[in-house]
């Protein structure tokens, strides 16, 4: 969400698509991902698309530069260390001569819990721990709808001194993740963000 709001502020971005992942991660589907997203993208400051990707989110930024990208845009991939070191963006920039592709590593989020953090908070029931690591800002009510959409149980609403907070019903933190879930399946939450792509527009 940072990197999203960072590249977002950028004066040469125009739009900021997110890829994810069509593969289930950790726990979590395609679609509950999108839905996050969803839920964050009001809190964004631009045009935003959240897309689920064909194969990979990599395959769909090449299919993007392939298929939708101007004479005259430039693409700013926003990509992970290990994307940049393993080399499989390394074609990206002279696969089209008339639109201009620059390769932006993933700055590190100061101070920021990480998304392992998460992961673990979530794994191990540490709801405060996992709140933590929202963005800052979201209404109570958002907060609820990410919860549930992780699986968690129904959240009731709650008075508290001061305004409203969010109350959990009974119930283990991420219990309900990890019921029924065959061995074969991942076993964490998965990375909410996969891919960003801002593109500047001529």
């Avoid at 969400?1 to 289930?24: G, Q, R, T, W, Y």
């Avoid at 609403?157 to 969010?166: D, F, K, L, N």
């Amino acid at each position: 969400f940072d990197v999203a709001k960072e590249m977002l502020h950028k004066p040469n971005v125009d739009k900021l698509i997110i890829f994810i992942s069509p593969k289930p991660h950790e726990g979590i589907s395609p679609d509950q991902a999108k839905a996050i997203w969803e839920i964050y993208r009001p809190y964004l400051p631009g045009d935003v698309e959240i897309r689920i990707g064909n194969i990979t989110p990599v395959r769909s930024v090449y299919e993007y530069l392939d298929n939708e990208a101007d004479e005259g845009d430039t693409l700013n991939l926003v990509i992970g260390e290990m994307d940049i070191t393993d080399g499989r963006y390394a074609a990206a920039a002279s696969r089209r001569p008339d639109v201009g592709v620059n390769i932006l590593p993933v700055p590190p989020q100061a101070g920021g819990i990480s998304a392992t953090q998460m992961r673990q908070a979530l794994w191990n029931d540490d709801e405060n721990e996992f709140r933590a690591g929202l963005p800052g800002g979201l209404k109570p009510q958002d907060i609820h709808d990410i919860l549930t959409l992780l699986g968690e149980r129904e959240l009731e609403e709650v008075s508290a001194m001061g305004g409203g907070a969010v109350a959990g019903a009974s119930g283990a933190f991420g219990q309900p993740l990890r019921r029924g879930r065959k061995k074969k399946d991942d076993r964490l939450v998965n990375e909410v963000m996969d891919y960003l792509l801002g593109i500047s527009v001529g």
